[in-house]
């Protein structure tokens, strides 16, 4: 029977098996935003590849509902424990579980990350600078615009200027709400994206037909996700994904190598794949509470762990979300949530009295989330919360994005709690510091008098968190950081990590297409490299050129794209 990937695509079959005594070249753990990439690109230059994935593999036909209480499957709803001054909310609030991981409910936004994010240490004195420049990740970004694809305003101003490869979306009711308030007050925003729904049809994909649900994992086919954007190809490449596999323990050689990945299968068995090399995409929590649990005699404080920084600098971007009441009709749900923004704060602006910044943006909360929101901004309960729901259709939400700077004491560590698999959980701590409370106080209120100046009747806010990143940090040294610049870790070199874990800063973009656009550079990276990866010790960290070449099919347009 076809395997559904939205409507009109259906996953190529059968997919290739490989067995787990052939040591085949690369076990991909995860795939999710990072991971989908990589399982295609490197499938497409013919390496045999098996990429182990924790959650099912959806057929979106069958699995999926439009319906928030019936989607909350897509969420990595395993026991974490969460703790520090400011506690994350886990769950739902950050990574998915099944083949697409996070990119299955992302929104969508799709900004790149400012130059001055990678030299965040060199112009602003705080936080550190990244092993590498945006202009090193740029053609990345174009590429993966391409691939996705990405629709948006023609001219987006900030940061380092461009337009989009597929035309803007209409205006929904948030969007209006978020351009008037900021043209009031003299602030710039564009509407219609950037973000990572069809626009008009691409390929096999049918355009957005605006009902909301994208965060539910858009049975449309209209969003991006690597379930439909990447891994069919790397499946018809002969790729294999086997889904319903957690990796438990990386394996080591006595010669310092990792030879292969013990995972537990959905019955509880367990079992080793073999590898001649190992990259680890896991996600922020994930991926180093693997490298954690897979410490062995002469890595005793977790794999690749020689700094002891495995687990620390995690990063949550501050997500409070403004909601205004409005005397007339917003309906919030009816446009993808993700539609306009406004970056005119995202820079170091020393008036501020804080470093670096925040965006603007839209969110648009189905009732169950709203609900929720209401709870936490207002103690709205019983008639209450009835009388607040009766108005769903009259709020619009705003959502602050802002940069949280990477603290030594923001991290993941092993709990004596165990999961299902009997495997230690993740410990998250995260603590606000000085420069962080002075950032979230800034840009909420910035954000309340937009609403204000929309017109709102009624103004009230939630403190919240966005996006985790890292964890597994990329550095240029080896002693303050994990991974150098392609994800090779510093202490095994047939050994990578290349997901959200590894940035070193967050800026206040959202980060998926950013993690996308590493992928796809760490694969260039390995495909380079070729043999030398699994046997040679030599740290090679010359750019690898672009491999246009190993796009997946319709890259080059179809449909109705605005700039050939
Ligand atoms: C509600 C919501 C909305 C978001 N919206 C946006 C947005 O609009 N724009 C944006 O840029 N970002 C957004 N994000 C963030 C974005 O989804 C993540 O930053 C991104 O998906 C992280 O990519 P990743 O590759 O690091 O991890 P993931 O995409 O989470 O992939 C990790 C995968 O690894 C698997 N895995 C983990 N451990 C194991 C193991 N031991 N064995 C086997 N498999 C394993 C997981 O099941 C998962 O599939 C949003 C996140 C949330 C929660
Ligand atoms: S609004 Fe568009 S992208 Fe979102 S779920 Fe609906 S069709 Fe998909």
Not at 112 to 123: I, K, N, Y
Not at 227 to 243: Q, S
Not at 530 to 544: C, K, Q, V, W, Y
Request: charged share 20%.
């Amino acid at each position: 029977m076809a395997h559904h990937l939205g409507p009109m695509q259906t996953l190529p079959s059968p997919m290739r098996r490989f067995s787990e005594n052939e040591a085949v070249d690369y076990c991909i753990v995860g795939v999710g935003s990072a991971g989908g990439i990589l399982v295609q690109r490197l499938a497409r230059a013919g390496f045999r590849v098996v990429a182990l994935e924790a959650g099912p593999f959806w057929d979106t036909e069958k699995d999926w509902v439009s319906d928030e209480k019936g989607s909350h499957e897509l969420y990595w709803n395993d026991l974490r424990i969460t703790g520090g001054t400011h506690p994350l909310a886990l769950g739902a609030n950050n990574s998915g579980k099944g083949v697409g991981g996070g990119s299955v409910h992302w929104a969508a936004f799709a900004p790149r990350f400012h130059p001055s994010d990678f030299r965040v240490h060199s112009e602003d004195g705080v936080g550190v600078d990244w092993p590498m420049s945006y202009w090193d990740l740029k053609p990345y970004y174009e590429l993966l615009e391409r691939e996705i694809p990405v629709a948006g305003p023609a001219w987006f101003p900030w940061g380092d200027p461009h337009g989009h490869p597929y035309g803007p979306h209409p205006l929904g009711g948030v969007g209006a709400v978020l351009v008037r308030g900021c043209t009031k007050l003299g602030i710039r925003s564009v509407a219609g994206g950037p973000v990572a729904i069809l626009s008009a049809s691409h390929g096999d994909r049918p355009h957005c037909i605006y009902r909301g649900f994208c965060l539910q994992g858009c049975k449309v086919g209209a969003k991006a996700s690597t379930l439909i954007t990447h891994v069919p190809d790397a499946i018809a490449r002969g790729g294999e994904i086997r889904a319903h596999s957690m990796a438990s323990r990386i394996s080591l050689r006595e010669d310092g190598r990792v030879n292969g990945v013990v995972y537990i299968d959905r019955e509880g068995k367990e079992h080793f794949q073999k590898a001649r090399a190992v990259i680890v995409a896991g996600y922020a929590i994930e991926s180093p509470r693997l490298l954690l649990n897979s410490a062995c005699p002469g890595h005793r404080r977790g794999l690749a762990n020689s700094s002891g920084t495995v687990g620390k600098y995690l990063m949550a971007q501050a997500g409070n979300v403004v909601a205004g009441r409005f005397e007339e009709l917003i309906r919030l749900y009816k446009a993808p949530p993700a539609h306009a923004l406004s970056e005119e704060f995202y820079e170091t602006d020393s008036r501020r009295g804080f470093a670096r910044g925040f965006a603007v943006q839209t969110v648009g909360p189905l009732p169950v989330a709203f609900a929720k929101q209401m709870v936490a901004a207002m103690g709205a309960w019983g008639w209450g919360m009835r009388r607040v729901m009766m108005d769903y259709n009259h709020w619009a939400t705003i959502g602050v994005l802002g940069e949280i700077l990477p603290w030594e004491d923001n991290r993941v560590e092993l709990a004596e709690e165990k999961d299902q698999h009997g495997l230690q959980v993740a410990k998250v701590t995260f603590n606000l510091h000085d420069n962080d409370k002075k950032l979230i106080e800034f840009g909420k209120n910035r954000a309340m008098e937009i609403m204000w100046a929309a017109g709102a009747k009624q103004v009230v806010q939630e403190s919240r968190f966005a996006h985790l990143v890292g964890g597994v940090r990329m550095g240029s040294d080896p002693s303050l950081s994990v991974v150098d610049k392609f994800g090779r870790t510093y202490d095994v070199p047939n050994l990578f990590v290349c997901d959200g874990s590894i940035l070193p800063t967050q800026g206040s973009a959202n980060p998926g297409l950013t993690i996308q656009a590493l992928a796809a550079r760490t694969a260039d990276y390995l495909i380079k490299q070729g043999d030398a990866i699994f046997h040679s010790n030599r740290r090679d960290l010359t750019e690898p050129g672009i491999r246009y070449d190993l796009s997946p099919p319709y890259t080059r347009f179809k449909g109705n794209p605005r700039i050939a």
